[in-house]
């Protein structure tokens, strides 16, 4: 298994490609490989410019879209081809990249479904789908470490969720804290800060994590997500 490591604002994960003779991932080989990774990228098809992956949480679950790591994906496979538009498939859905002059990538995350407010046990949020599920809080981000592993697990969620805490900053800006399903908090996340701008009802927004800022904007209802990805030099 040929693993390479990569980081978006300190969101890790290891790009895995297996030669024709190894075997596909699994639940119990994903710990062997993802040691302090936030996840494991696993090739399944690869061309000029496209690239067709699985996204592997650490716990060895299937995670079924992640907005830094389809973008981590593209630059893998612009590094390695030259291609400035990149299509990355997870699943049913595809992302699409463009590499930019100024080394960030823009993503088409497309359609984002936000749900009606709803209360579980005190906390208010709104359910999002990016083609991952979210529920996001508007509060402030240090409530993350309680409300976080509660909405993740709690039963109105039975395949379990992603959890945000955020609020305004100032006009454009919000603050956020991401806890992910499968990883636990991560210094960043693409498809939350897309369930964020989404939830708190922006047309455009600059999402800030602890890991750095994502911009996000919507036009005529598909999102879009800029960002950077890059080789991280820790050996994997």
Known sequence: MQLSRWQ???NIYLVAEAAADEAVLTPTSVATYVGDADGILEVLAVGDDFVDINIWNPDGSLAEMSGNGTRIAAQWLATKTG?????VNVGHRTVRATLRPDGLVEQDMGQVSVGAPEEVE??????????????????????LDTVGPFLETHERFPQRTNVQVARWTA??????RVWERGVGETG??????VAVAAALDATSATVVFPGGPLEVRFENGRAFLVGPAERDDVAA
Do not use: L, W
């Open 122 to 143: 005190g906390i208010r949020f709104r359910p999002v789908d990016v083609g991952n599920p979210h529920a996001v809080v508007e509060d402030d981000p240090a409530r």
């Open 188 to 193: 960043s996340s693409g498809s939350s800060a």
């Open 8 to 10: 978006a604002q300190g």
């Open 83 to 87: 291609a400035r538009a990149v299509s």
């Open 171 to 176: 006009p454009g800006r919000i603050e956020a």
